[in-house]
């Protein structure tokens, strides 16, 4: 390959072990022929960036800082530079970024010999994959389609945006789309084409799939639904059903409401593992952002563990849970494990935070604690501020009690979630739950985009398979090998003889001065009945069904309004955790006898079920002693019966 470098500015030898191989390099380096990249170096958002002529076309080489085992490359065709979030954070998988200037062909058969001689460079003189990913945007999408068309057994998928499958819609515009005189004459002229003929021409991308089809090369067309520029119904929509009907595995995501731009996903996560995934076959969704070492020890050491699963009813049923267990049975046969199953249906992060002593550290120190709150938060409608300060709870209220304790937090699949995760979003509670995760270095699992990406996939549907929020045994296995892959890869070697447990370090300030790390169940017994109240100690339901933990246990009930009760607390906060059935009222309540406000009690779910709910009446208050009062109401919601009130215990954020 003759090299054309006349033109550059200054000449840089690059061999690929300096640029992409250190020693810590995950690379075998007989794997790298070490012939050099000749061009102009600079920088390209941090990493090294290489400019020079091959086949008489301008290439530019983007180096990752380490390059991933068997040197996988992304080829990006068209607007170098624009919406890079999915080249970067590729490069930073250690893919290396190519590109090749084809721009005014069009995708046309001296294009596809362009790539063709630049593709035999790459792989021959550089030792790169012998299948890239590619990338499509816009007119890219005619280049990329076409090259897999000649190349089919060379790709290892493909991920086009908003792209032309038809040059008769874009720059023709026979149909609806966009007409642009100069390009659709330049497009006429590099494929020796008149109109007459251009509209015959059978060699676009939607009637050219067949090889790809054979090759099984899977395809992910991102769209705006709303693109009148290049109109979904007369390119990506033709393209997906010609391909599914030849047993093509095509992934196709619409943006509601979006036109041509922006393109890409502000968030790459789905496009890069969709890339990472077929070009490597490793794809993992697990942020490890602490080894989990110290359990590790404990367990193998002292041959005695405690795990505690905290979470809502996904935790609590029979599932991921009892599985665990036993995978962690055989990973440590000599261990004797104490398993806490602190998992409680309909409870949300909110009220985890409160009842850690009693549910989760009830029988002593934890070793390992799995938490799980993204379901519940998001259906108990927590808002963002009561998702931090509920999180931020459990973790920092953990590790308060206990610095060794090592946690993976997990973000379960809700299916509202996925149409999020298909338009690049990541769900709300579960970014919040993230920042979390990151501020206190807590490994995590996030399982929502696990399913949602391996449904896209193919791998498995919903109906058939994980059927429900509350999976079907075939999801709680998906869940556990998940966890059990995590497990692999931070105990995968052996574990040093002179290793010791070492304190996790707790950030000096929370996240939210308010949070509820220092959250405790305060006893009804504190309570000072004015009247109408009394303590049933065994209460049960006469109608509607009651969780398990919450039957037959004692409560302070008020059936009646007026009822009134003052309670004395040291804290920042207060609330009450009740049972709220078919029956309960409205409350008034006020802090320290300041103007009272109001509480319906009725959830979404009293109808039927008298349901655990954490009430926070005041969060943010002077850390002091104060004194609540409470009583019910004539009022009720109009689908309530009555005007009950049934308290489990108070809620107090007590620093």
């Known amino acids: 390959m003759v090299m054309k470098n006349y033109l550059l500015k200054s000449v840089f030898i690059l061999t690929l072990a300096a640029a992409c191989l250190p020693a810590s390099s995950a690379v075998d380096k007989e794997q790298v022929n070490e012939r050099c990249f000749e061009g102009e170096r600079s920088a390209w958002n941090g990493f090294d960036r290489y400019d020079f002529q091959c086949d008489s076309r301008k290439c530019i080489v983007v180096a990752p800082a380490a390059a991933a085992q068997g040197l996988p490359w992304i080829?990006?065709?068209?607007f170098f530079g624009h919406q890079p979030q999915t080249d970067i954070a590729l490069l930073e998988k250690?893919?290396?970024?190519?590109?090749m200037d084809v721009a005014g062909l069009f995708g046309s058969p001296k294009a596809v010999e362009h790539w063709n001689a630049f593709y035999k460079y790459l792989t021959e003189e550089h030792g790169f994959a012998k299948k890239p990913a590619l990338e499509g945007m816009s007119r890219g999408g005619l280049i990329i389609y076409n090259w897999a068309a000649q190349n089919p057994d060379k790709v290892a998928c493909i991920y086009a945006d908003a792209p032309v499958c038809d040059f008769k819609s874009w720059p023709g515009g026979k149909g609806n789309g966009k007409h642009s005189a100069p390009d659709w004459q330049r497009c006429l002229e590099v494929y020796n084409l008149t109109e007459e003929q251009a509209m015959r021409y059978d060699r676009n991308p939607i009637d050219n799939l067949q090889p790809q089809a054979k090759h099984k090369v899977p395809l992910l067309n991102i769209c705006g639904a709303a693109d009148t520029v290049v109109p979904v119904d007369e390119n990506t929509k033709v393209l997906r059903q010609r391909y599914e009907d030849i047993g093509g595995n095509i992934i196709v995501l619409e943006k509601p409401g979006i036109g041509h731009h922006p393109h890409s996903f502000e968030d790459p996560t789905l496009i890069v593992n969709f890339m990472t995934r077929h070009a490597t076959g490793n794809v993992e969704y697990f942020k490890l952002r602490d080894p989990l070492q110290n359990c590790r020890i404990r367990f193998a050491k002292s041959?005695?563990?405690?795990v505690a699963f905290l979470g809502g009813s996904i935790t609590n049923m029979t599932g991921w849970r009892d599985l665990m267990c036993r995978s962690l049975q055989k990973r440590f046969p000599e261990t004797e494990f104490d398993f806490i199953n602190a998992g409680i249906p309909s409870t949300d992060s909110t009220l985890g935070s409160f009842r850690l002593a009693d549910t989760v550290f009830c029988?002593?120190?934890?070793?390992?604690?799995f938490v799980e709150y993204a379901v519940n938060d998001f259906h108990?409608?927590?808002?963002?501020i009561e998702r931090i300060r509920g999180m931020e709870g459990v973790i920092r209220g953990a590790l308060n009690r206990n610095p060794n304790l090592d946690i993976i937090m997990m973000h379960f699949i809700d299916p509202q979630y996925m149409p999020m995760i298909n338009t690049g979003h990541t769900p709300p509670v579960i970014a919040s739950h993230e920042k979390v995760a990151d501020h206190y270095g807590i490994t995590s699992l996030n399982l929502a985009q696990e399913v949602t990406e391996r449904i896209n996939f193919g791998e498995f549907t919903w109906k058939d398979d994980f059927r429900n929020l509350h999976p079907s045994p075939f999801g709680h296995d998906i869940y556990v090998k998940s966890i059990n892959r995590l497990l692999d890869t931070v105990w995968s070697g052996p574990l040093d003889k002179g290793v010791s447990i070492q304190p996790h370090l707790v950030p000096e300030k929370p996240l939210d001065p308010f949070s509820y790390f220092n959250g405790r169940y305060a006893d009804i017994a504190e309570a000072q009945i004015v009247n109408g109240w009394k303590i049933d100690p065994a209460w049960n339901s006469s109608s509607g069904g009651t969780r398990p933990r919450f039957r037959g246990i004692a409560m302070l009930t008020a059936d009646q309004p007026d009822a009134a009760l003052k309670l004395s607390f040291t804290g920042a906060a207060v609330g009450i955790c009740v049972v709220a059935g078919p029956d309960v009222g409205i409350i008034e309540y006020s802090v320290d006898a300041e103007p009272a406000k109001t509480l319906d009690q009725f959830t979404q779910w009293?109808?039927?079920l008298h349901i655990p709910?954490?009430?926070?009446?005041?969060t943010e208050l002077d850390d002091g002693k104060h004194t609540l009062t409470l009583r019910t109401t004539g009022k009720k919601n109009e689908r309530s019966k009555g005007f009950a009130c049934r308290i489990v215990n108070f809620l107090a954020n007590q620093q």
């Open 363 to 369: 029988n002593g120190p934890v070793d390992l604690l």
């Open 613 to 618: 709910w954490a009430y926070m009446l005041e």
């Open 75 to 78: 080829w990006r065709a068209r």
């Open 94 to 99: 250690g893919f290396h970024l190519v590109y």
């Open 303 to 306: 041959r005695k563990g405690r």
């Open 606 to 608: 009293s109808g039927g």
């Open 380 to 384: 108990n409608g927590r808002t963002k």
